[in-house]
């Protein structure tokens, strides 16, 4: 993955009275959009992953409706892409090149109406672009906002904690959610997200206590209003793409945590609070989710997700809409701590980090953090500025992590079966995140052509089928890779 794992924590912690419901916890050539720049960190992708050596470092991601196959596991000791400095001496690619080169690609009915941006990740230069101010439908390309957005307002190492507590009724335990929906239900971290607490853990520092819970409430935690995003299907559940947004849940709210298009719990705060009891020999039907804040004499202890870059990885990796929506609430809560978190809260907090970052949001509109919804607008050339704070001569230590989370073309995530046949000269150099709801196709990320320049890109393609579109913003992708267009 080129990032690290690291193991939950939980500890035990002094009796106390609490009273628990939510932790306080000019265009043209050039870009005018201003940037406020951390250090001075030049990073390139440099994939040594080649067409015809694919090998899988990462699962595949869900991405939004449209599920991609099942890739093979990974070949110990097989390439990986890398990261390596942006090379000043290498040569720029001609705008009146490249742009004759992806005329006829750009201009093709399978993409129905495209926008676009490409812009030189050392210099900020625009290479090509098309209505890159026009705000279209971005599927799941907004989780590169979602991902800035946490890495510039938390800590890398930011963990969610989620509490075990003693309540005021007798033998009742509490479970006091921090809004980590990566618990897993094994004893060790499951696939998916790496460096996840367990259920185990928790129901050990329950077993060290010297409570014996007849009962188990869930408190309500950090979040308010409604579970599920504006347009958002209840049928997704079933689906494998999404589950209500609940401050506590187990696996993203899988019913099958070994399975990544398993149907999803309705009710998944309540499922985890049934799997905890099993593990304790509680009734599972003792168990509640209460909606008011629940009174507790004592902590017994806590457990804690992985870290937030980590959590960042599995969620552009995967796809993941509910841990999408988790971190952007986790941005939200830090803040405004005193404020539950509902899906506005995290939309405009993720807006306002950005635009306090420096990037011009005009003509962004979120609805949701995930993409799920298609009431989201994002003009291409916010995305490509997204990238390009990540990517570019001054980006700094954390916004670098949201390349390295990136799908590896032909590797890795929904790209792992894409890049083939006519985009085969993308496969491992193309580093992107994929979008796709009905009618809109996306894709954005970075490439380094073959005369080893780094290029940030965005692709969004509205009005045809995705099974039409996908396939030609891939062979523009790989155009840019191989074209050098000097």
Same mark, same amino acid.
């Given at each position: 993955?080129?990032?690290?794992?690291?193991?939950?924590?939980?500890?035990?912690?002094?009796?106390?009275s609490?009273?628990?419901?939510?932790?306080?916890?000019?265009?043209?050539?050039?870009r005018?959009?201003?940037?406020?720049?951390?250090?001075?960190?030049? #990073?390139?992708? $440099?994939?040594?992953? =080649?067409?015809?050596?694919? &090998?899988?470092?990462? +699962?595949? /991601?869900? !991405?939004? *409706?449209?599920?991609?196959?099942h890739?093979p596991p990974?070949?110990?000791?097989?390439?990986?892409?890398?990261?390596?400095?942006?090379?000043?001496?290498?040569?720029?690619?001609?705008?009146?090149?490249?742009?004759?080169?992806?005329?006829?690609?750009?201009?093709?009915?399978? #993409?129905?109406? $495209?926008?676009?941006? =490409?812009?030189?990740?050392? &210099?900020?230069?625009? +290479?090509? /672009?098309? !209505?890159? *101010?026009?705000?279209?439908?971005?599927?799941?390309?907004?989780?590169?906002?979602?991902?800035?957005?946490?890495?510039?307002?938390?800590?890398?190492?930011?963990?969610v904690?989620t509490?075990?507590?003693?309540?005021?009724?007798?033998?009742?335990?509490?479970?006091?959610?921090?809004?980590?929906?990566?618990?897993?239900?094994?004893?060790?971290?499951?696939?998916?997200?790496?460096?996840a607490?367990?259920?185990?853990?928790?129901?050990?520092?329950?077993?060290?206590?010297?409570?014996?819970?007849?009962?188990?409430?869930?408190?309500?935690?950090?979040y308010?209003?409604?579970t599920?995003?504006?347009?958002?299907?209840?049928?997704?559940?079933a689906?494998?793409?999404?589950?209500?947004?609940?401050?506590w849940?187990?696996d993203a709210?899988?019913?099958?945590?070994?399975?990544?298009?398993?149907?999803?719990?309705?009710?998944?705060s309540?499922?985890?609070?049934r799997?905890?009891?099993?593990?304790?020999?509680?009734?599972?039907?003792?168990?509640?989710?209460?909606?008011?804040?629940?009174?507790?004499?004592?902590?017994?202890?806590?457990?804690?997700?992985?870290?937030?870059?980590?959590?960042?990885?599995?969620?552009?990796?995967?796809?993941?809409?509910?841990?999408?929506?988790?971190?952007?609430?986790?941005?939200a809560?830090?803040?405004?701590?005193?404020?539950?978190?509902?899906?506005?809260?995290?939309?405009?907090?993720?807006?306002?980090?950005?635009?306090?970052?420096?990037?011009?949001?005009?003509?962004?509109?979120l609805?949701?953090?995930?993409?799920?919804?298609?009431?989201?607008?994002?003009?291409?050339?916010?995305?490509?500025?997204v990238?390009?704070?990540?990517?570019?001569?001054e980006?700094?230590?954390?916004?670098?992590?949201?390349?390295d989370a990136?799908?590896?073309?032909?590797?890795?995530?929904?790209?792992?079966?894409?890049?083939?046949?006519?985009?085969?000269?993308?496969?491992?150099w193309?580093?992107?995140?994929?979008?796709?709801?009905?009618?809109?196709?996306?894709?954005?990320?970075?490439?380094?052509?073959?005369?080893?320049?780094?290029?940030?890109?965005?692709?969004l393609?509205s009005?045809?089928?995705?099974?039409?579109?996908?396939p030609m913003?891939?062979?523009?992708?790989?155009?840019?890779?191989g074209?050098?267009?000097r």
């Open positions: 993955m080129g990032g690290r794992e690291t193991t939950p924590q939980s500890t035990a912690a002094q009796p106390e609490t009273s628990w419901g939510w932790p306080v916890a000019e265009r043209g050539v050039w005018g959009r201003s940037r406020a720049w951390r250090i001075v960190v030049s #990073v390139v992708i $440099l994939a040594v992953l =080649v067409a015809g050596v694919v &090998t899988a470092a990462l +699962l595949t /991601e869900v !991405d939004d *409706d449209v599920a991609a196959a890739e990974a070949s110990p000791g097989g390439p990986n892409p890398g990261l390596l400095a942006l090379d000043e001496a290498a040569p720029v690619p001609d705008p009146a090149v490249l742009a004759r080169v992806l005329a006829p690609l750009a201009d093709s009915p399978q #993409v129905g109406e $495209l926008t676009g941006s =490409v812009v030189d990740d050392l &210099t900020g230069r625009v +290479l090509w /672009e098309r !209505d890159p *101010d026009a705000p279209r439908v971005p599927a799941s390309t907004t989780k590169l906002l979602t991902a800035l957005a946490a890495l510039t307002q938390l800590p890398a190492d930011a963990r904690d509490v075990l507590a003693r309540g005021t009724e007798p033998n009742t335990l509490v479970v006091v959610p921090g809004g980590d929906p990566t618990m897993s239900r094994g004893s060790e971290p499951g696939p998916l997200f790496p460096g607490a367990t259920i185990t853990q928790a129901a050990d520092i329950v077993r060290a206590s010297e409570i014996e819970p007849v009962r188990i409430i869930v408190a309500p935690g950090p308010t209003g409604p599920l995003g504006p347009g958002w299907s209840e049928g997704e559940i689906a494998g793409n999404l589950a209500p947004i609940e401050p849940m187990l709210g899988r019913m099958d945590p070994a399975d990544e298009y398993s149907p999803r719990y309705a009710e998944p309540l499922a985890a609070g799997i905890l009891a099993r593990q304790l020999g509680v009734d599972p039907d003792t168990v509640r989710v209460s909606s008011e804040p629940v009174e507790t004499t004592e902590e017994l202890g806590r457990v804690s997700s992985a870290e937030l870059v980590e959590r960042v990885r599995s969620m552009l990796v995967h796809s993941d809409n509910v841990l999408a929506e988790a971190i952007c609430r986790e941005v809560s830090a803040r405004d701590p005193e404020r539950p978190a509902d899906f506005a809260a995290g939309t405009s907090a993720v807006v306002d980090t950005l635009a306090e970052r420096g990037l011009d949001m005009t003509g962004v509109t609805q949701d953090c995930s993409g799920m919804s298609s009431g989201n607008r994002i003009p291409a050339g916010v995305l490509t500025d990238l390009h704070t990540a990517s570019g001569p980006a700094s230590r954390e916004t670098r992590d949201l390349l990136l799908p590896v073309a032909g590797g890795s995530g929904t790209l792992a079966d894409r890049f083939s046949g006519a985009a085969g000269a993308g496969a491992g193309v580093r992107a995140k994929t979008g796709t709801l009905s009618g809109t196709s996306a894709l954005a990320g970075t490439v380094t052509d073959v005369d080893g320049r780094s290029m940030s890109f965005a692709l393609s009005g045809t089928d995705p099974a039409q579109a996908r913003l891939d062979r523009i992708a790989a155009e840019l890779r074209c050098g267009c």
